[in-house]
């Protein structure tokens, strides 16, 4: 569904250019979720950009569906592909109610039954009618990250691109957005890449995984190989042994 | 009756896009209720406006135009509150008049400045590249020259009369707010929810007109209250100096001008229309103090 | 056990407001020896809160009263300003979230650190000079000389934290509050900075109240584990015998974590009971 190849992405400054993502590659099945896991300046929110083509990028392949993606995406390659947003707080319009917000992607893309959409949209993403009418400032943060999920949802995208999309939540509230996320996937029937910090969250839902640092791909292992630790990079096992927690040496 | 719609207003759980609208602007009221300075301007701007509109009836029947030589220049008293001026107008009713003028004034500035500077301010903000500097420049231009000499000199050439000085003024006024606009601009754009609008196809227009610009009012708007000030001192200043409403029309600053000579003795009758210039003046500026408490309280 | 650091007993924080009064810590009772205390929540639960009522640092127009909150004996509540004053920075310290908000932006690393050193040990220009060197050391920075010249904006999320430290500890506080001193943090750093406070705090024989929301770090790095959820302390235990926790929402907690080693289908979720408010 998705390849990815030589993937470049350079930002450059006054100062000179960061080589935020150096020659990645790799390939999304259709329906599979695939994981991006990094530290900061990792690149990995910078790939998943570069992939719905928020930052300019190059690469000798980048394809969606079997087709290349352009630098300048239409409008219809617009329905192909979504995106969450990591912080609940700032990817919602202030001034605009949950309705506005839902509606939106319908009136662009002209789809009918708008009305009966919105409605199905809150409900799948396990809000109330009573949250149709509100502003950001009166929803809390998970309730929040549920409208930015029904947002990318509602025009039915094939491809779902999630940054971050639990970072800024407490555990519980994660808890309650990940198990959507699953229900969702099943659903909807998307393929997805879901980018984080936290090992354990991306081991929870992705099939493989990515390790990223310092904008290059280090290694691509399945969720069981990490749980396992059968992993060739010491980088990851460096992460996976630091994901455990803290050990203390003497109690 | 009031007791349901309150509650209708204030619920957190709005059934209805009208209800949701009605009350966020309820609370946005509500707040500018509770802010002194706010009320205090509000309550002179709304002086101001019942002035205009009721003009006629508090001058109790005088009119502005009305000359009565023998009464020239005649202290206040009972049949003249604020006394005559020198061809024997009765100030008061003057006075009253004069708020039409600069109401008229006030608000076609607004209605001309505020939209040509969130056009270009948004638009040079969110476009980037050789369209802002170009018209960045542009405003710079405009903002180089200063703002009085700026107006006279249009008033100059386009002749005296209202409408014009409305254009001379409108003409330098406007940069600020372009100004204002495209800095906000810069900083909306870059949030996730526009870019999260970008990635659903939204049309540059779209993303102007429903994203940046409803955020960008509340910064222009108090704005626009704390220019008011400066833009019905040049409107008088204009006045004084013969351009702007023409006699004999009555308006503050050429009610002013016109009692220069005399001010040593006849004090009232340059003293009133400043004092009116003033007292509005005041209030303009207390509303804009109070409005940027209440939209924006971290810089306050 | 020795007499133990800190003992609190009842403490409320409530925040008058405009409609009603928010509490946000309420009867919250515990001590503290030396030993390390972490003290678990969500946001709102009072954690941070309950942080800054010790060392006094709660904003107004809160109010804290306490029926007992000493320190060593000494009454931390009702001390006189220069009492407080001594206590706190000096025998009391705070590590705080993300050095580039607790770190003041204009002036040198080591002028920073000096200042704390000469406000409480009134050590001389030389001297103060030495202690920041050789703190700067004790928190693993190779080159300290280098470090001592930057400006905060020059050192990276980690670095800024082990200066953040540097500076709290230069005082040789015998209790160090770290408010969430690591959430800023990449894990592979997290686990270094954490070493560093581990080795520091045990040298010292300090105690330690590391507040969190995080329940791998507090359950990997403390003694014991407080557990808050709405102002209330709702479960206090071992932090080893977490997975045996009796409180329904610790409970919960704990399940809701996804974790690398039990891999489950679905993640359990908090049902709020509105009888833990109570």
């Known amino acids: 569904m998705i390849t990815v190849a030589g993937l470049s992405v350079i930002f450059s400054s006054g100062r000179g250019s960061i080589h935020a993502v150096r020659d990645v590659s790799f390939e999304v099945a259709t329906g599979e979720t695939f994981g991006i896991v990094g530290e900061s300046g990792s690149g990995k929110s910078t790939v998943l950009k570069a992939i719905a083509g928020l930052v300019p990028s190059s690469s000798s392949a980048l394809e969606v569906d079997g087709r290349p993606a352009a630098g300048r995406r239409s409008r219809a390659d617009r329905r192909m592909l979504q995106f969450v947003f990591q912080d609940p707080y700032a990817s919602l319009h202030p001034r605009q109610t949950v309705d506005d917000i839902l509606r939106e992607p319908l009136e662009i893309h002209r789809v009918p039954g708008i009305d009966e959409k919105v409605t199905k949209a809150i409900a799948d993403v396990g809000l109330l009618p009573i949250h149709r009418f509100r502003y950001p400032h009166q929803l809390s943060g998970g309730q929040r990250q549920r409208v930015a999920i029904a947002r990318a949802l509602i025009l039915n995208p094939p491809i779902l691109l999630l940054d971050e999309p639990t970072s800024a939540l407490d555990v519980s509230v994660q808890a309650e957005i990940l198990n959507l996320l699953a229900k969702l996937r099943q659903s909807y029937s998307f393929t997805s890449i879901l980018v984080s910090h936290d090992l354990a969250v991306v081991a929870h839902l992705c099939n493989r995984i990515a390790i990223m640092q310092a904008g290059r791909l280090v290694e691509i292992i399945t969720a069981a190989d990490l749980r396992s630790g059968t992993v060739t990079a010491e980088y990851t096992r460096k992460l996976i042994a630091a994901s455990r927690g803290f050990t203390r040496l003497n109690v | ?300 | 056990m020795s007499e133990p650091l800190l003992v609190v007993d009842n403490l409320e924080v409530t925040f008058p407001g405009r409609t009603q009064a928010i509490r946000a810590v309420r009867n919250a009772s515990f001590t503290l020896g030396r030993e390390r205390l972490g003290i678990v929540g969500e946001s709102g639960s009072g954690k941070s809160t309950t942080g800054r009522a010790l060392l006094g640092l709660v904003p107004r127009p809160g109010i804290v009263t306490a029926k007992t909150m000493s320190y060593e004996g000494k009454d931390l509540l009702h001390c006189s300003e220069r009492d407080g004053q001594s206590l706190r920075g000096r025998r009391m310290s705070m590590v705080m979230q993300d050095p580039k908000y607790s770190l003041n932006p204009v002036k040198t690393v080591g002028r920073q650190i000096g200042e704390t050193c000469r406000l409480h040990l009134r050590t001389g220009r030389r001297e103060t000079e030495q202690r920041t060197l050789a703190m700067l050391e004790a928190v693993q920075i190779r080159d300290p000389e280098r470090v001592f010249h930057l400006f905060p904006h020059q050192l990276s999320g980690g670095m800024g934290q082990r200066v953040m430290i540097a500076m709290m500890l230069i005082a040789e506080p015998d209790l160090l509050i770290a408010d969430e001193p690591t959430s800023a943090l990449d894990v592979t750093v997290q686990n270094e900075v954490l070493r560093i406070l581990d080795d520091l705090v045990r040298d010292r024989g300090m105690g330690l109240i590391l507040i969190s929301h995080n329940l791998t770090v507090v359950s990997s790095f403390c003694d014991r584990v407080l557990i808050m959820y709405g102002g209330r302390i709702v479960e206090e235990c071992a932090a080893r015998d977490l997975q045996n926790a009796r409180h329904p929402y610790t409970r919960a907690l704990v399940a809701a974590t996804p974790s690398l080693d039990n891999p489950r289908a679905e993640l359990a979720t908090v049902i709020r009971d509105p009888e833990w408010l109570k």
């Not at chain 2, 009253?96 to 969130?118: M, N």
């Not at chain 2, 005296?160 to 409108?170: K, T």
Request: proline share 5%.
């Open chain 2, 1 to 300: 009756m009031t007791d349901t719609l309150a509650s209708w207003l204030q619920s957190d759980a709005p059934t209805s896009r009208r209800q949701a609208v009605a009350g966020n602007a309820y609370r946005a009221v509500r707040s500018i209720l509770t802010n002194p300075t706010a009320m205090a301007g509000l309550l002179i701007v709304v002086l101001l406006i019942l002035m205009a509109i009721f003009a006629p009836l508090l001058s109790g029947g005088k009119s502005p135009l009305d000359q009565d030589l023998a009464m020239r220049l005649a202290a206040p008293s009972a049949a003249h509150w604020f006394g005559t001026d020198e061809l024997g107008r009765d100030i008061l009713a003057r006075t009253l008049y004069g708020a039409r003028v600069t109401l008229t004034i006030v608000l076609l500035v607004s209605v001309v400045v505020v939209p040509i500077g969130l056009a270009v301010g948004t638009i040079a903000g969110y476009r980037g590249g050789w369209i802002d500097a170009l018209l960045m420049r542009i405003t710079d231009i405009f903002l180089a020259f200063p703002r009085l000499i700026l107006a006279l000199a249009f008033a100059a050439a386009l002749g005296p009369g209202i409408e014009n000085a409305v254009i001379a003024i409108s003409l330098t006024a406007w940069p600020p707010y372009a100004r204002i606009a495209r800095s906000e601009t810069l900083t909306i754009a870059r949030s996730d929810f526009v870019q999260a609008a970008v990635l659903q196809g939204a049309s540059t227009w779209r993303i102007l007109f429903r994203h940046i610009v409803p955020l960008c009012l509340s910064s222009v708007i108090v704005r626009l209250t704390l220019d008011m000030a400066g833009i019905i001192l040049t409107a008088a200043g204009l006045g004084f100096l013969g351009l702007g409403a023409q006699p004999p029309t009555a308006e503050w600053g050429a009610m002013v001008s016109s009692g220069r000579d005399v001010i040593l003795d006849q004090w009232w009758v340059a003293t009133i229309p400043g004092l009116a210039i003033f007292i509005v003046s005041l209030g303009f500026n207390l509303l804009g103090d109070g409005l940027r408490d209440v939209f924006d309280p971290k810089s306050a």
